[in-house]
């Protein structure tokens, strides 16, 4: 039986570096949403929403997501207007029957930036743009891992041959992958005056989308404090009862 | 015996209905002042903690019920409206999700409490055969709910499961034409998970009611294994068991509220958050944590349906448990030769979960293996042989005077201790 155990405990040791990744590990990033206490960083996902919709935007729609839930951000209700005002919609139809378009409300989803998956891969070489609303809880680790890929881009070691219309990266599974480097430093012209490096871009950029992906983080994390501190008392109470009732029992 | 109940209450209301329907005398007899064995430690919380996840799992579950469609056009974005849109959706759907993963936390530990106890033994056999089902009915039904979402692991996984229903000689590919309603996995297959889903719990319901019917009749098992002798070795439940299982309850719910407040996606796999698509299967399929053991099992058998019955009879075997233990202990406690194997099995099972969630490759595939092999062995093979050979410890005389019998051998009178050659056989089986 204790071989059994022994034998059960090295082969588990075995395991472990014979399934080691071929991939660096993904750096950490200390996010301001991390932790029990942590919270979005309103600025950042701003500057994120501004990286999305100028680059991201082009080839990766957010479906799940409306132009109302930008408030979620700390954007004002004008402001919100207006940029769902940018973009135009169908609207229905006149009456004369004929489809009509119109400029979107806040109720708007997201506009997509194609048609239908077709249209999305013809234009992307036969790879679909995946949707970003949830892109972040859809991968392990992810607010690391999206920032490592958007940083990922680096020279392939000498002697790989990418494949024409690939190109390569250090995290992505395989290492090729359809999209070419989308941030590039001074991409953007951000509002609020921040140096545009893709260092910060990818950090914005995953701010706003880790806020996409669970945009009532902040409601469940302060919710949980108060539901964890009343049964953290409950249960200091409820045993003071318990101990008190079972005291005169021998 | 028809007749009208000569209630006892006073208030007035209370006596007109307890004459008509005795529920209040019930409760009373059952729950105020049903005589529970005195020595009951935290292990026994569990099976009330499960009774209240069940209930959890059901509230949640209606609720969440009235927003989602089963459709596999509607059904992923439904439940990201419910958890973005829907008040409080959030924690109705995290509160499910994660409930499931209390749920078995919580049977688990149950189950074991019954394994090291002896709670199966004479004369709690159909009382623990009801335990079974009960985990049965509750695997089923965690396997639908986890197809609702409609993500990644949802397709794949039900494709997987539902596909071992092939390996059966001659009916199988009938019965996986049955289950999916089709010849793929599709929106019918969803259409009537979602009906089994909703309807399961409350089968399960109608099984634990007869679980704690079987449960009064027999009177519960306790740490020591022995039966209640006298009334000395008894508590009524309230307000001694109320209170403990109140405690318990609290830091139940306290595991629970962490996992769904700060660490609601730890459990889950994050291929889900992806809309099922049949034409992109994942690199890895992997079952939910609580099914892992059972899929290492079917895994560890190259040959389908060998695999497919070795998973179905790691669990049927425990039908047969309070015949294949021949040892006349119950607890653990007192069977020294027992103890290292119940812990062997332990190990077993988290080797299980834990190759469960592996690619089948290398080593995982030994350990699995090996786990399995132990898994059956310790049921079929050590089960039955220890409890000849294995000398228990002396059985203490009753729960209210737990000294062990380390009295001086023929010193005992009538039900006293036993003289230590006879030790071997002690007469404590009912």
Known sequence: ?250 | MAGLHKSTYQNPVINWIDTRLPLFTMMQKEYGSFPTPKNFNYFWNFGALATVNLIIMIATGVFLAMNYSANTGLAFDSVERIMRDVNYGWLLRYAHANGASMFFIVVYIHIFRALYYGSYKAPREILFMLGVVIFLLMMATAFMGYVLPWGQMSYWGATVITNLFSAIPLVGDSIVTLLWGGFSVDNPTLNRFFALHYLLPFMIFGVVFLHVVALHITGSNNPLGIDVKSPQDTIPFHPYYTTKDSVGLCVYLLVFALLVFFLPNLLGDPDNYITANPLVTPAHIAPEWYFRPYYAMLRAVEWKLGGVMVMFASILVLFFLPWLDTSPVRSTRFRPMYKPFVALLVVSFFALLYVGGKPPEGAYVVIGRVATAYWFLHFLVVLPILGKIERPLPLPESISNPVLRARPPFSGGGGGPLPQGAAAKPMDRA
Not at chain 1, 42 to 61: D, I, L, P
Not at chain 1, 124 to 140: F, H, M, V, Y
């Open chain 1, 1 to 250: 039986m204790r071989k059994l155990l022994v034998t059960l405990l090295a082969s588990a040791a075995l395991a472990a570096p014979a399934l080691a990744q071929e991939h660096p590990e993904v750096p950490s990033v200390k996010w301001s949403f991390n932790g029990p206490f942590g919270s979005y960083d309103y600025a950042s996902a701003q500057r994120g929403f501004q990286v999305y919709k100028e680059v991201c935007s082009n080839c990766h729609g957010m479906k799940l997501l409306s132009y109302r839930d930008l408030t979620g951000i700390g954007l004002n209700a004008e402001q919100v207007k207006a940029i769902a005002a940018d973009v135009t919609v169908p609207g229905g139809t006149n009456d004369a029957g004929e489809p009509v378009d119109r400029p979107g409300t806040a109720a708007d989803r997201f506009k997509a930036p194609f048609p239908n998956d077709k249209a999305a891969r013809a234009a992307n070489g036969g790879a679909l743009p995946p949707d970003q609303s949830l892109i972040i809880k859809a991968r392990e680790n992810g607010p690391n891992y999206v920032h490592a890929l958007l940083n990922g881009y680096v020279d392939p070691p000498a002697g790989t041959v990418v494949p024409a219309g690939q190109y390569y990266n250090e995290y992505f599974p395989g290492h090729y992958l359809a999209m070419p480097q989308p941030l590039h430093d001074g991409q953007v012209d951000y509002v609020d005056g921040t140096k545009a490096t893709v260092e910060q871009m990818s950090k914005d950029v995953v701010q706003f989308l880790t806020w996409a992906s669970e945009p009532n983080m902040e409601r469940r994390k302060q919710l949980g404090v108060k539901v964890v501190l009343f049964l953290a008392l409950m249960t200091g109470l409820t045993y003071g009862v318990k101990r008190k009732v079972w005291k005169d029992l021998h």
